[in-house]
């Protein structure tokens, strides 16, 4: 199956500082890639969707200059947290679409995920 | 409303029992229909698409029904591995993916 790699896969921060974290498709060419935020207890909420070579269309309520995607390449995203701040520590998970050989078109195959904790 | 509605449970069960959930979704447009485990800390994975049609895998049948916006799951013969939290996924288009906030179940010995 579809192998997605995010790293890092935990991360501890300062308040001000920046994070970056890195999403892969390890076998399969990612036209699209997804980020998601999960806070404890609840659901996954989409943050932005990124093509490659594109700009990422970011969801309602996301600050599009605190959270810097980058999708260069058909096998990297990147998301970086500008100056985090604690209610930033969340759980974020990056999902690779792409041809898949033998998977469903539709698939999205997450990463394992990213635990953000700003202190 | 919310996009995506599930029982958050948590639903505490026996092994071999059988046990169900539910969801509903608010966008009848919606194209396409997913059910995601998510264990403890861990990414989602795909459990199985949901067809108009019903669907069955081993132990989990799952099923659509686009009149009333509602899927089920149903496991049969629960084993302690299948503790996890069951995510209802809907998809509006082909990039849009609106996930429900989890069913947890726990499947006692």
């Known amino acids: 199956g579809a192998v997605v790699s995010q790293h890092p896969s935990w991360v501890i921060c300062k308040s001000g500082t920046s994070v970056k974290i890195e999403c892969r498709s390890l076998?399969?060419?990612?036209?699209?890639m997804f980020w998601y935020r999960q806070f404890p207890k609840q659901s996954l909420m989409l943050m932005a969707t990124?093509?490659?070579?594109?700009?990422?269309?970011?969801e309602q309520g996301v600050e599009k200059d605190k959270f810097l995607i980058n999708h260069a390449s058909l096998t990297l995203s990147t998301l970086t947290v500008t100056s985090a701040h604690p209610e930033d520590s969340s759980f974020y998970i990056c999902s690779a679409r792409g041809d898949v050989s033998g998977g469903l078109k539709e698939t999205q195959y997450f990463g394992p995920g990213t635990r953000l904790l700003v202190l | 409303r919310k996009e995506v509605e599930q029982d958050p449970g948590p639903f505490n069960v026996p092994e071999g029992a059988t046990v169900a959930f539910n969801c509903t979704y608010s966008?009848?447009?919606?194209?396409?229909f997913f059910w995601y485990r998510q264990d403890c800390r861990k990414e989602p994975k795909l459990l199985m698409s949901v067809y108009s049609s019903g669907n069955e895998d081993g132990r989990f049948t799952a099923q659509l029904n686009r009149a009333s916006q509602y899927i089920s799951l149903l496991i049969r013969d629960s084993k302690l591995s299948d503790s996890a939290t069951y995510l209802c996924v809907v998809m509006f288009m082909a990039y849009d993916m609106r996930f429900g906030a989890g069913t947890r179940l726990t499947v006692k010995p």
């Open positions: 966008n009848s447009a919606s194209q396409s």
């Open positions: 076998d399969f060419q990612a036209t699209t």
């Open positions: 990124s093509n490659e070579g594109s700009k990422a269309t970011y």
